[in-house]
């Protein structure tokens, strides 16, 4: 039974579009988990910067102790970016709430 328990985000805008997000779960089943909960993050980032788009640079993911831990890099965009990790900030955002997974 997957019972994802959803922790902190933490937020940090780097340089110009670039943003970084932390966050922290438990009950994970892999890291797609923790990528989707930071993709979330990302993606609501995005519409509350007025952004209709973010691209996944960067995703590492650890377990410590039954605690799940990712860290995110990502360009906000208001044109779609292009390239494979691009995400539709409004799309994604719509189906974390309908999965359950927080935002910022």
Request: some cysteine; charged content about 25%.
């Amino acid at each position: 039974v997957f019972s994802p328990e959803y922790g902190s985000v933490t937020t940090k805008l780097l340089e110009g579009d670039l943003v970084s997000f932390d966050v922290q779960m438990s009950g994970a089943r892999d890291d797609n988990d923790v990528i989707a909960f930071n993709d979330c993050a990302a993606a609501q980032y995005a519409l509350i910067r007025g952004a209709g788009f973010v691209r996944r640079v960067r995703n590492d993911v650890s377990r410590k102790r039954g605690v799940w831990h990712g860290t995110g890099i990502y360009t906000l965009s208001e044109a779609h970016p292009g390239g494979r990790f691009s995400i539709d900030a409004e799309v994604t955002a719509s189906e974390c709430r309908a999965n359950n997974i927080p935002t910022v």
